[in-house]
T-cell receptor
Framework: GENVEQHPSTLSVQEGDSAVIKCTYS??????FPWYKQELGKGPQLIIDIRSNVGEKKDQRIAVTLNKTAKHFSLHITETQPEDSAVYFCAASKGGGFKTIFGAGTRLFVKA | GAGVSQSPRYKVAKRGQDVALRCDPI?????LFWYQQALGQGPEFLTYFQNEAQLDKSGLPSDRFFAERPEGSVSTLKIQRTQQEDSAVYLCASSLRVTGGETQYFGPGTRLLVL
């Protein structure tokens, strides 16, 4: 069935370093790939998304890359700050109106 | 503006009790999703509504789970004869349109504990 795998499950970086989280998906019909940040006791919040007709997207310190051939996509956070500490989820769907499949999450710790 | 709200935020139920979880989506949002999130895991899809129509309920784990959205706005997820394995956070999300506006906005979730 549809599956999204996410690595690593835990990531610890020093403040100012970069963090990279990688995901793979199984359904080649997927065309929408959002990334969510979830803080303790809150619902996931969208931080960036990418559609299948684009290979890369950047928003300030956050960037996402997509390789449709390999069915890989990655989140890159540069100049990490302690407030970036949270759980990050990648996800894939076939667009609006279809279920979204989430990865298992990456717990990011940014040490001051 | 107001985001997605869910109530109650916490619910403790004895095994065998029925529970009802409420979701108030962002006004005007067409799509509404329910997810179940176990501790330390990602959200898992339960069901999807487009206005009042339930178009996908493939994620509901058993016939004890039932969801409705009768007027195309507020939605209720009902779990009958709760079991300990139903303990989880139940998340609701809404999005503005089916195409071209599929960003999902999540509520804070309802944490259900079944004893």
């Amino acid at each position: 069935g549809e599956n999204v795998e996410q690595h690593p499950s835990t990531l610890s970086v020093q403040e100012g370093d970069s963090a990279v989280i990688k995901c793979t998906y199984s359904d080649s019909a997927s065309n929408y790939f959002p990334w969510y940040k979830q803080e303790l006791g809150k619902g996931p919040q969208l931080i960036i998304d990418i559609r299948s007709n684009v290979g890369e997207k950047k928003d300030q310190r956050i960037a996402v890359t997509l390789n449709k051939t390999a069915k890989h996509f990655s989140l890159h956070i540069t100049e990490t700050q302690p407030e970036d500490s949270a759980v990050y989820f990648c996800a894939a769907s076939k667009g609006g109106g279809f279920k979204t499949i989430f990865g298992a999450g990456t717990r990011l710790f940014v040490k001051a | 503006g107001a985001g997605v709200s869910q109530s109650p935020r916490y619910k403790v139920a004895k095994r065998g009790q029925d529970v009802a979880l409420r979701c108030d989506p962002i006004s005007g949002h067409v799509s509404l999703f329910w997810y179940q999130q176990a501790l330390g895991q990602g959200p898992e899809f339960l069901t999807y509504f487009q206005n009042e129509a339930q178009l996908d309920k493939s994620g509901l784990p058993s016939d004890r789970f039932f969801a409705e959205r009768p007027e195309g706005s507020v939605s209720t997820l009902k779990i009958q004869r709760t079991q300990q394995e139903d303990s989880a956070v139940y998340l609701c999300a809404s999005s503005l349109r089916v195409t071209g506006g599929e960003t999902q906005y999540f509520g804070p979730g309802t944490r259900l504990l079944v004893l």
